[in-house]
């Protein structure tokens, strides 16, 4: 653990049910990236939308072929290794378990859960206070319907995207396909709003359909807002009057400003934000 | 081990130079596939096409920006993790290393080596000799012209067309982009022959660079053979006169048929086939 560097070190380990932070090198997540993961949100010392990670973890694991452990086990784990913690990340790991060589799953196949739990970053909620400043990133998207949605381990373009600045005032970059159609933040999805309407990229080639995204769509509608699922381009962020940005773990993002343009934070229709906010970081 | 299934259990690892087969959860290559690899022939001892491999290798870590060990060390280890094993295979990984929470790569990251030694197949070279069966595969190759060509560690796309068959006469799948463009089989780069030409596709969206595609391409120059870096798609290999495919371990599998269809192997340039069977199975 000396070497180890980044935003986060683990506070506790669970690997199949026992402490510990060590796998064997034949895990089919070191070999192909064959798993999935969820990034939970811990407030009040329980995990938030639960239930939305738990039925995007079964669709992927459906969508993969992966045995899918029972999600009362998988609570029983988080609560174990998030046990003290009021407020902080839960990541959850399932992999295909380990393999021979080759890429044919192995049959039958023992899949690996692995719960790591992490402390907030320092300046968490700041962001959702005062916006945040976005960029657009060169990398593309990987394009495979058949992936596309689900949380799974092949997340390279995501990485090089993120590897794009160093700059710590920017927080996030919006990524495209190589067909110029945008799908999401390297880590959020995107909300566009036109004054009137809300528009945010379909999920059906690339991109990760994030819980918040879920919760923003239902409570978009339970607030009698539109919100129109359709491909979006450079363009049609160059005409929007405002921009937010998703995720499970931050909640909301406003953005500020986006490649050098500003925007006016008030023009945001603040009651679903404020709802959405609350509602991401609530356990259930 | 006991719950080892597969095609091959290793015979002997070693993890940054130490013999073992465990890692950290913290590792990038379990979190997000974020490495690449390599496997290598090895023959009368020795790794064949040594140098073709670690310019794939020097290459993929340019792209994705991973600190690339000396190729010395790396060959140090590979001839102490094969010391006594004649036939086999050589499986080299390389990840970015442990790191903190999220897609940003740590800095400084430390390079990951990880050296597996597996035995080969029992059947191997039987299907040099007899030609193989292959199937349409309808699970897409993930498409991203980053990424494309290197041999990186997210090959979920691989994974779900490989796990499409379980017949063990089928010895290949082969894989197409979602627009209907032919990228590969699921393990081995494809050749046409077209009768006095032969096309192979490009690898500029998706699929994996072989280093036994390189050396078929050299080969047949030297040999006077035509060879045409294409876009191919079913209707071209409807009017195919004869198919084979390559990869580092198998060297060359002549088809002999493809989704029902029987090819007559003879049609074959065998002058270029023997050439590059040996070639590609040679020390060097």
């Given at each position: 653990?000396?070497?180890?560097?980044?935003?986060?070190?683990?506070?506790?380990?669970?690997?199949?049910?026992?402490?510990?932070?060590?796998?064997?090198?034949?895990?089919?997540?070191?070999?192909?990236?064959?798993?999935?993961?969820?990034?939970?949100?811990?407030?009040?010392?329980?995990?938030?939308?639960?239930?939305?990670?738990?039925?995007?973890?079964?669709?992927?694991?459906?969508?993969?072929?992966?045995?899918?452990?029972?999600?009362?086990?998988?609570?029983?784990?988080?609560?174990?290794?998030?046990?003290?913690?009021?407020?902080?990340?839960?990541?959850?790991?399932?992999?295909?378990?380990?393999?021979?060589?080759?890429?044919?799953?192995?049959?039958?196949?023992?899949?690996?859960?692995?719960?790591?739990?992490?402390?907030?970053?320092?300046?968490?909620?700041?962001?959702?206070?005062?916006?945040?400043?976005?960029?657009?990133?060169?990398?593309?998207?990987?394009?495979?319907?058949?992936?596309?949605?689900?949380?799974?381990?092949?997340?390279?373009?995501?990485?090089?995207?993120?590897?794009?600045?160093?700059?710590p005032a920017i927080a996030e970059g919006l990524m495209f396909a190589a067909t110029g159609e945008l799908v999401g933040g390297t880590m959020t999805n995107v909300f566009v709003w036109d004054g009137r309407c809300l528009l945010t990229p379909p999920l059906d080639r690339g991109g990760i359909a994030g819980t918040v995204r879920g919760l923003t769509l239902e409570l978009a509608a339970r607030l009698g807002i539109d919100c129109l699922v359709t491909r979006l381009d450079r363009a049609a962020l160059d005409q929007a009057r405002g921009l937010f940005l998703t995720n499970s773990i931050i909640g909301v993002w406003p953005v500020r400003e986006l490649s050098g343009r500003r925007f006016d934070l008030t023009h945001l229709p603040w009651t679903l934000l404020d709802r959405l906010y609350s509602a991401a970081c609530t356990a259930g």
């Amino acid at each position: 653990m000396a070497t180890l560097h980044g935003i986060g070190i683990p506070s506790r380990m669970l690997i199949d049910g026992l402490p510990g932070d060590q796998l064997s090198v034949l895990d089919r997540a070191v070999q192909y990236g064959d798993g999935l993961f969820e990034t939970i949100r811990l407030a009040a010392g329980y995990p938030c939308q639960w239930q939305r990670h738990m039925d995007r973890l079964i669709l992927g694991a459906e969508r993969l072929g992966i045995e899918m452990p029972d999600t009362a086990l998988l609570a029983a784990e988080a609560a174990e290794v998030t046990w003290g913690q009021h407020d902080g990340i839960l990541k959850l790991i399932l992999s295909r378990g380990e393999g021979g060589r080759g890429y044919a799953p192995p049959s039958p196949a023992i899949t690996r859960r692995m719960l790591l739990t992490y402390p907030l970053a320092a300046n968490h909620g700041q962001q959702w206070r005062d916006g945040v400043t976005v960029r657009y990133c060169q990398t593309p998207v990987s394009i495979n319907p058949v992936l596309a949605g689900i949380k799974h381990l092949n997340r390279l373009d995501s990485v090089l995207a993120r590897a794009e600045w160093h700059d710590p005032a920017i927080a996030e970059g919006l990524m495209f396909a190589a067909t110029g159609e945008l799908v999401g933040g390297t880590m959020t999805n995107v909300f566009v709003w036109d004054g009137r309407c809300l528009l945010t990229p379909p999920l059906d080639r690339g991109g990760i359909a994030g819980t918040v995204r879920g919760l923003t769509l239902e409570l978009a509608a339970r607030l009698g807002i539109d919100c129109l699922v359709t491909r979006l381009d450079r363009a049609a962020l160059d005409q929007a009057r405002g921009l937010f940005l998703t995720n499970s773990i931050i909640g909301v993002w406003p953005v500020r400003e986006l490649s050098g343009r500003r925007f006016d934070l008030t023009h945001l229709p603040w009651t679903l934000l404020d709802r959405l906010y609350s509602a991401a970081c609530t356990a259930g």
